[in-house]
């Protein structure tokens, strides 16, 4: 999760939402944020991973407009973490765990993408329907994912400069980035995305 210590207490509940359902997990519980977070010591238990203050110039330089600038923290995540871990989970602070075999996600077969992820609910009744990003650049109707949980192969997205085309597309015209990093992520990739289960990132 990315988080400013604003967000910071709804990624704790969170995590032990997930604690709670993995007992005995074989995963790390990573908050990457712009700040030095302050973990209550309620949640000591759940030996959270602090990456971070992220200090990127690049980062500090993106605009803080309707959501905390720590949402674009995501499209960092893949290089701050690649040389630990050969697959992530990225969640949005904000969602609610309720089930699930978490360590069976991370096995998921990304089909050779950078990313796996649901399909945003704007696409659920008619799965044809073009996003407006994708109007916006003429293109053809793509699957648009939600980007608040993905499965990142951070050799892959690093590999293919997914963070620095998303900054690049964003500088370039930020009139295309409608959701965020969501809407850029989208754009850079361009359909080449595994698709999961609606139940991982359950919208409506």
């Known amino acids: 999760m990315c988080v400013d210590q604003t967000f910071a207490p709804f990624a704790f509940i969170l995590a032990s939402q997930i604690d709670r359902l993995c007992p005995a997990r074989d995963f790390d519980i ?3 944020s712009d700040a030095q977070l302050v973990v209550p010591s309620v949640f000591d238990g759940l030996h959270l991973r602090l990456i971070g203050p992220v200090q990127d110039p690049a ?5 803080n407009r309707e959501l905390p600038r720590s949402t674009y923290l995501r499209l960092w995540i893949p290089h701050l973490l690649n040389q630990d871990y050969d697959r992530l989970i990225y969640l949005d602070a904000d969602m609610f765990a309720e089930g699930g075999d978490w360590s069976a996600l991370f096995e998921v077969d990304l089909q050779g993408h950078a990313l796996a992820a649901v399909r945003d609910v704007q696409q659920w009744r008619l799965p044809e329907r073009q996003v407006v990003e994708f109007q916006a650049t003429g293109r053809g109707s793509r699957p648009y994912f939600n980007a608040g949980l993905m499965v990142i192969d951070p050799a892959i997205f690093v590999a293919q400069d997914v963070r620095d085309r998303c900054l690049a597309l964003g500088d370039a015209q930020p009139a295309l980035a409608v959701h965020h990093d969501q809407s ?3 754009l850079v990739l361009d359909g080449a995305w595994a698709e999961l289960s ?3 990132n359950w919208q409506w």
């Open 59 to 63: 980062y500090l330089a993106l605009e």
């Open 198 to 200: 609606p139940v991982w």
């Open 30 to 32: 990573c908050l990457v």
């Open 184 to 186: 850029l992520l989208n």
